[in-house]
């Protein structure tokens, strides 16, 4: 098993290096074809979309479709997988960043409590757990 850490996610969508996503290409082609098996973190994934709003600017449509996009890799393994394409989800149809998306698909999920002094996500809390 391979663990893709975060640069190697923002060589191939950012393709900036050729050398480098040569390397990423091939190594997505092996997990395409079954050859090598890879997965990837919560982490990783909160990293790319830190990077890419903070370094690379991109816009929330722009975030959305990438962070989407990332997730729809069907031959990498993702870390809590599920959450996080639930979260995106949330993150596009309320404005959120994705932490506070992540965070509430969290505690529906884990039928957690939701400790906040944000008003707003107080708001969406209740709407979610209503939505069980």
Known sequence: MILVDTNYFIR????DNEKQVKIVQDLFLDGIQGIKKLTSTTPVFFEIYW???SFYNKQKKDLERVLKDVLDMNFINWQNGETLTEAVEIMKNTGYDLEDAY???YCKKNKAELATFDKKLTKNWERIKQDE
């Open 103 to 105: 965070n509430l698909i």
């Open 51 to 53: 990077l890419m709003k």
């Open 12 to 15: 191939f969508i950012e393709n």
